[in-house]
């Protein structure tokens, strides 16, 4: 007659600290209450538009460089090797998501944000001091091809947290990518003003001073729901994904072929370098 009480007072007990478990995830992950606007939601869309200005905006400059590595014979190459620097490049960009995405669920939202604004940084003030094929593989490849894949998934992850009906045009805003338009521009104008050692600096100061911005601006709203797969298979069960993936693979296997080399086509048929800014641009 007495343990009896004594039982279910445990259970109740029980059930109770079960409740508070799930009402405190459910209010660290809860996802209904995302206000869709606002000025902090605003503000990340501003912080992701500077991630994909220095992301693919820095990627898409390489046809300017691949351009000027073959035309001013800053190291002897051929196009094939130099193509190789975009190419490990853009591919770490793409690749490096299979790892930042489990690390951005794990919360490691701020040291992937630190570590890959600090290897874009650096690895484009190396550059600027690079004399031979392996120095610009290496800063340029690598170091900035590492940095852009560290913080492209967190700098878009985060506009899920701040949109919901709104989410197609927050993104739609963060990918102008207007990096793309103005580093190629900075690049052929500088380089046969000032070389080509102070165009990669003044150019990695540009990408100091707006890479500072969504580093300023960005706050996590929704902690991260924790450690998962490094790769769920089971969402290829999906046919209409599996078919987006592979689409989206092939798209990617094509796509820099005409941004490394329309420049330096047009310039080996004596395009102006007018002509080459407008080019770059519109790429």
């Given at each position: 007659?007495?343990?009896?009480?004594?039982?279910?007072?445990n259970?109740?007990?029980?059930s109770?600290n079960?409740?508070?478990?799930?009402?405190?995830?459910?209010?660290?992950?809860?996802t209904?209450s995302?206000?869709?606007?606002?000025?902090k939601a605003?503000?990340?869309v501003?912080?992701t538009f500077?991630?994909?200005?220095?992301t693919?905006?820095?990627?898409n400059?390489f046809g300017?460089?691949?351009t000027?590595?073959?035309t001013q014979?800053?190291?002897?190459?051929?196009s094939?090797?130099?193509?190789?620097i975009?190419s490990?490049q853009?591919?770490l960009?793409?690749v490096l998501g299979?790892?930042?995405?489990?690390l951005y669920?794990?919360?490691?939202?701020?040291?992937l944000?630190?570590?890959?604004?600090f290897m874009?940084v650096?690895g484009?003030?190396?550059?600027s001091?690079s004399?031979e094929?392996?120095?610009?593989?290496?800063?340029?490849?690598?170091?900035i091809?590492?940095g852009?894949?560290?913080?492209?998934?967190?700098g878009?992850?985060?506009l899920s947290?701040?949109?919901?009906?709104k989410?197609?045009?927050?993104?739609g805003?963060a990918v102008?990518?207007?990096?793309?338009?103005?580093?190629?521009i900075?690049?052929?104008?500088?380089?046969?003003?000032?070389g080509?050692a102070w165009?990669?600096?003044a150019?990695?100061?540009v990408i100091?001073?707006?890479i500072?911005?969504?580093?300023t601006?960005f706050?996590?709203?929704?902690?991260p729901?924790?450690?998962r797969?490094?790769l769920d298979?089971?969402?290829?069960?999906e046919?209409?994904?599996?078919?987006f993936?592979?689409?989206?693979?092939?798209e990617?296997i094509?796509l820099?072929?005409?941004?490394y080399?329309?420049?330096t086509?047009l310039?080996?048929r004596?395009s102006?370098?007018?002509?080459l800014?407008?080019i770059?641009?519109?790429?």
């Open positions: 007659m007495v343990g009896t009480p004594s039982c279910e007072g259970d109740k007990s029980l109770a079960e409740t508070l478990e799930i009402q405190n995830k459910a209010s660290v992950n809860d209904t995302i206000p869709n606007g606002g000025i605003w503000m990340q501003m912080g500077f991630i994909f200005f220095n693919w905006g820095v990627l400059t300017a460089y691949q000027y590595y073959e014979k800053l190291f002897p190459s051929s094939s090797n130099i193509s190789w975009g490990v853009s591919s960009l793409l299979l790892i930042t995405g489990p669920d794990a919360g490691y939202f701020y040291p944000l630190f570590s890959g604004s874009i650096f484009q003030m190396m550059l001091l004399k094929y392996y120095q610009v593989l290496l800063s340029q490849g690598f170091c091809g590492l852009t894949g560290l913080i492209l998934i967190p878009v992850a985060v947290t701040y949109f919901g009906t989410l197609a045009l927050a993104n805003v102008l990518v207007a990096g793309g338009i103005l580093y190629p900075i690049f052929q104008q500088l380089f046969d003003q000032i080509f165009t990669c600096r150019i990695g100061l100091l001073v707006t500072a911005i969504p580093i601006v706050r996590l709203r929704v902690k729901s924790g450690k797969k490094l298979l089971v969402a290829f069960r046919p209409a994904y599996t078919f993936v592979l689409g989206g693979t092939l990617f094509s820099n072929i005409p941004f080399y329309v420049n086509l310039s080996v004596g102006s370098p007018m002509t800014d407008s770059c641009s519109q790429f």
